[in-house]
C-alpha cells in the first residue's frame, strides 16, 4: 500500500513538473512568436510562413502537453453543477468508471492510430508542404501520442486514487 501510494505521488509529480516548467515555457515562447508575428505584419508589412507555421505548431504542443497536467489540477471541462454537489465518494466513482470507460478507451484509440502515423512521419521526414515552413513536421506529430499517453497515464492515476476513496482509504490523506 505505502509503495503504491509512493508511486502515485511520484507519477504526480512527473506531469505537474510537464505542466509547470515545459507547457509555461512553451506558453512564453508563444507569446513571442504571436508578439513577434505581430510586429512583423503591422510594423514592417511582412509575414513568414515559418512564423506562422510554428504559432501554431506551439499552441498545439501545449494542448497536448498540458493535458495530463490539467487532469492532475481538476482543470477539464466536466458538469460541475452536478459534480460539485456530490459527495467525495460519488466524485471518485464518476471520476472511476469515466476513467475506466471513456479516458483509458479514447487515449487507446489515438495511441494506437497516431503511432503508426508518427512513425511513417518520421521515415519519410516529414516536413511542410508550403515552402519556407517548418523543417520537421514529424516533431509535432510526434507530441499527439506524447500528450495523449501523458494524459492517459494522469487518468489511471486518477482511476487509482478514486478506488482508494471508494474503499475509504483515500491517498491523500496520508500522503499530505
Known sequence: METVKKAVLFCDKINDW?????VTSAVFIFILVIF???ILRYAFNTSFVFMAELEWHVFAFIFLMGAGYTLLHEGHVRVD???SLMDRKKQA???FFGV???LIPSCYVVLTTTIPWVIVAYKIGEVSIDPGGIPARFLLKATLPVGYFLMLFQGILLC????????????????G
Open 18 to 22: 510537464i505542466g509547470s516548467v515545459i
Open 36 to 38: 513577434s508575428n505581430v
Open 81 to 83: 453543477i452536478f459534480y
Open 93 to 95: 466513482l464518476i471520476n
Open 100 to 102: 475506466l470507460f471513456l
Open 160 to 175: 487509482i486514487k478514486s478506488a482508494f476513496i471508494i474503499l475509504g482509504k483515500p491517498l491523500e490523506d496520508e500522503l
